[in-house]
């Protein structure tokens, strides 16, 4: 069976400071990871994913995340937080098999301070 | 190109009612999956339709249903609704591999 944890509800940075969203997943098989995010009132967009092939994956908006099979962990980090990034972020696990669901993750919020 | 639609944007329905939710996909997608995301979590999988077939299903009641159509779009019934079915109701569509483009969602009301 696959699941994540998303190890922190809420994380609080001020602008121009770095950002960590920590995520650890667990699955029977080689696993997709991705982050999305969600704002207020509106759907989900697609932040990056890992598909097995660069462990170091970029994505847009200046995140990025680092596949650690080692530690289960999938992390969510941007150098430089910036007001706009104030949002919900989500982890989610999948696999190339069957249905392909997708298994969230219960969300971090994140708030940027000024 | 048009992303994933979703109709209605918002409802609002009365205990026991039924209540249809209605997606299209992105063209050339054959693939629709339908999540409910209750207010504080993460969303929950409930169905997914690839090529007019149900391809999984989770863990919901029997009220939940859903088709999908030969021009791939899908709807979503629930029937006997209960207060705890509000929520937003997220579509997501894809060619058939993992990654899955999601509608802005319908927002779903029981009174």
């Known amino acids: 069976a696959q699941s994540v944890t998303q190890l922190d509800s809420h994380v609080s940075v001020s602008e121009g400071t770095p950002v960590l969203l920590r995520c650890n997943y667990s699955?029977?098989?080689?696993?997709?990871l991705f982050w999305y995010v969600q704002h207020p009132n509106k759907g989900l967009q697609l932040l990056l994913k890992?598909?097995?092939?660069?462990?170091l994956v970029k994505g847009i908006n200046g995140f990025e995340a680092e596949f650690k099979k080692s530690e289960t962990s999938f992390h969510l980090t941007k150098p430089s937080a910036h007001m706009s990034d104030a949002a919900e972020y989500f982890c989610?696990?999948?696999?190339?098999?069957?249905?392909?669901?997708?298994?969230f993750g219960t969300g971090t919020r994140l708030k940027v301070l000024a | 190109d048009a992303g994933v639609t979703q109709s209605p944007t918002h409802l609002i329905k009365t205990r026991g009612q039924h209540v249809t939710l209605r997606c299209s996909p992105i063209?050339?997608?054959?693939?629709v999956s339908w999540y409910q995301q209750v207010l504080g979590q993460g969303p929950q999988f409930i169905f997914q339709?690839?090529?007019?077939?149900?391809?999984g299903r989770g863990n919901f009641p029997d009220r939940f249903s859903a088709r999908q159509f030969p021009n791939y779009s899908s709807e979503l019934n629930v029937n006997a609704l209960l207060l705890g079915d509000s929520a937003l109701y997220l579509c997501?569509?894809?060619?058939?591999?993992?990654?899955?483009?999601f509608g802005p969602g319908t927002r779903l009301t029981v009174l």
């Open positions: 997501a569509s894809s060619s058939g591999t993992l990654e899955q483009f």
């Open positions: 699955s029977s098989y080689s696993p997709s």
């Open positions: 890992y598909t097995s092939a660069a462990t």
């Open positions: 989610v696990v999948s696999i190339a098999s069957g249905t392909y669901k997708y298994i």
């Open positions: 339709y690839y090529e007019k077939e149900e391809r």
């Open positions: 063209s050339g997608h054959k693939s």
